[in-house]
């Protein structure tokens, strides 16, 4: 298993800044995914976050608006840049400790963003 | 193109009554499917997932949910809820020839009323 911790739990903004969350695992893990999940909607997937490369991002998502580092195997953080109150969402992370994505995702407790 | 969906966003339900999320996938391709639960405030938790084999998959809490791929179908069945089963439901693939992300669906509130 995979303990996940994310911080901050959640925070209000103003539009135009950016925000980083941060994402601690307790365990190496091979993947690292940053999920969003909009009030009233289902979870999307940002990115995947590799260690020691760049991020791959899903359709819809930029690196210039969601900056992604993993420096290493049990962290990564997630940046939303120049917010607007359409960014407004519960972040997620979400790890694969081992083999393939068909292992458990163990999913942190996520960030709370509020814009105004 | 793949897509879950979760038909019903709302389930209230009686404590020790049964319950069934229903849960439909379409994909051209194999998919592997999941159920994930989220309690208030807490992150997603695994109940169960279906790679192959029995199309009868049991999970933590009591929960079960049978693959019929004719019907390409995923339901989540409980046969007596608790009150602590009251969360958000989630029902997810992934594609098994292509990237390794889960689709997920919008999920269904079930909310046990005592």
């Known amino acids: 298993s995979a303990v996940i911790s994310q911080k901050p739990s959640r925070d209000i903004c103003q539009r135009g800044t950016s925000l980083t969350i941060q994402c601690q695992v307790d365990s190496q893990v091979t993947m690292m995914f940053w999920y969003r999940q909009q009030p009233g909607q289902s979870l999307t997937l940002i990115a995947t976050a590799n260690q020691g490369s760049e991020a791959t991002y899903e359709s819809g998502f930029v690196i210039d608006k969601f900056p992604i580092s993993r420096p290493n195997l049990t962290f990564s953080t997630l940046t939303v840049s120049n917010m607007s109150p359409e960014d407004s969402s519960i972040y997620l992370c979400?790890?694969?400790?081992?083999?393939?994505?068909?292992?458990?995702?163990?999913f942190g407790p996520g960030t709370r963003l509020t814009v105004l | 193109a793949q897509s879950v969906t979760q038909l019903d966003s709302q389930v209230p339900v009686f404590e020790e009554a049964p319950v069934e999320l229903r849960c439909n996938y379409s994909?051209?391709?194999?998919?592997?499917l999941f159920w994930y639960v989220q309690y208030p405030n807490q992150g997603l938790q695994l109940l169960l997932k279906?790679?192959?084999?029995?199309?009868l998959v049991k999970g933590i809490n009591g929960f079960e949910a049978e693959f019929n791929k004719s019907q390409t179908s995923f339901h989540l069945r409980k046969p007596s809820v608790h009150i602590s089963d009251t969360a958000e439901y989630f029902c997810a693939v992934i594609i098994s020839t292509g990237a390794n992300n889960l689709f997920f669906g919008t999920g269904t509130r079930l909310t046990v009323i005592p």
């Open positions: 279906y790679l192959s084999g029995s199309t």
């Open positions: 994909s051209s391709v194999s998919v592997y």
């Open positions: 979400s790890v694969v400790t081992s083999g393939g994505p068909t292992d458990t995702q163990y």
